[in-house]
């Protein structure tokens, strides 16, 4: 009996892993149609703001994102243990996420913490960086990130805060979209306080650094 029950488990986890692992690997090639974060703002707001588009139609962006949230992106494979050991030492800090995790969490998870969304937030990582190009996994965060009350992706923050396309943003404007993250309810980038300038002006700095040092050698591969 007990031989019984543990084969039933072994065959329901392993299906469960594989189905994950497929429903995962789709995300290269489809676009998610909407996420848990923006159906809970579409219920409190009434409305959403984003308009999918193309890494390539993205402008500055990346670049600015990867300074901002992951300066580490092309060359750890999801996890960055460094920047998890410095955001354990230093409490000021943000947490360690990566721009996988966080692709992770808003596309397949809740926002809420806990350690079961962690866990599972660190599986799907793994999966996603088994499966997708890095060029893939950036595409899919710049249009799903939460850039302001109601307003998900590059391209819909560009609109709302700059009134144009994403394409077209200046350096200067992507840097002041990224430096509104985490909290993009609260901060503005078409006004933003002194915080945000001074680390739209970091994160700048850093995008033009990452250019120069091959920091960005991934969004080619794949």
Same mark, same amino acid.
């Given at each position: 009996m007990i031989r019984r029950l543990i084969r039933f488990v072994f065959r329901w986890v392993f299906r469960l892993v594989l189905l994950a692992t497929l429903i995962v690997a789709a995300g290269r090639w489809v676009v998610p149609p909407i996420t848990i974060t923006q159906a809970v703002q579409w219920r409190e707001q009434g409305?959403? @703001? =984003?308009d999918w588009r193309d890494l390539g139609a993205l402008g500055p962006m990346g670049a600015a994102a990867i300074a901002a949230e992951d300066a580490r992106f092309c060359a750890h494979h !999801? /996890? *960055?243990?460094?920047?998890? =050991?410095e955001a354990?030492?230093? *409490?000021?800090?943000? !947490? !360690?996420?990566?721009?996988? @995790?966080? +692709?992770?969490?808003?596309v397949y998870l809740? @926002?809420? &913490?806990?350690?079961?969304?962690? $866990?599972l937030e660190a599986a799907i990582t793994l999966m996603i960086e088994a499966t997708w190009p890095k060029a893939r996994i950036l595409e899919v965060?710049?249009? +799903?990130?939460?850039? !302001?009350? $109601? %307003?998900? $992706?590059?391209q819909a923050a560009a609109r709302h805060w700059f009134g144009v396309d994403a394409a077209d943003l200046s350096a200067a404007q992507a840097a002041r979209i990224a430096a509104? /993250? &985490?909290? &993009?309810?609260?901060?503005?980038?078409?006004? &933003?306080?002194?915080? %945000?300038?001074? =680390?739209?002006?970091a994160i700048a700095d850093g995008a033009r650094t990452l250019a120069a040092n091959g920091g960005l050698r991934c969004l080619a591969e794949g």
């Open positions: 409305e959403l @703001q =984003r !999801g /996890l *960055d243990f460094d920047a998890i =050991r354990m030492a230093d *409490d000021r800090r943000r !947490g !360690g996420s990566t721009i996988s @995790q966080q +692709v992770a969490k808003n809740w @926002q809420a &913490p806990s350690w079961t969304r962690k $866990g965060y710049l249009n +799903v990130a939460e850039t !302001g009350r $109601g %307003v998900f $992706g590059a509104i /993250l &985490p909290n &993009p309810r609260e901060r503005n980038a078409a006004r &933003p306080s002194e915080f %945000v300038a001074g =680390r739209a002006r």
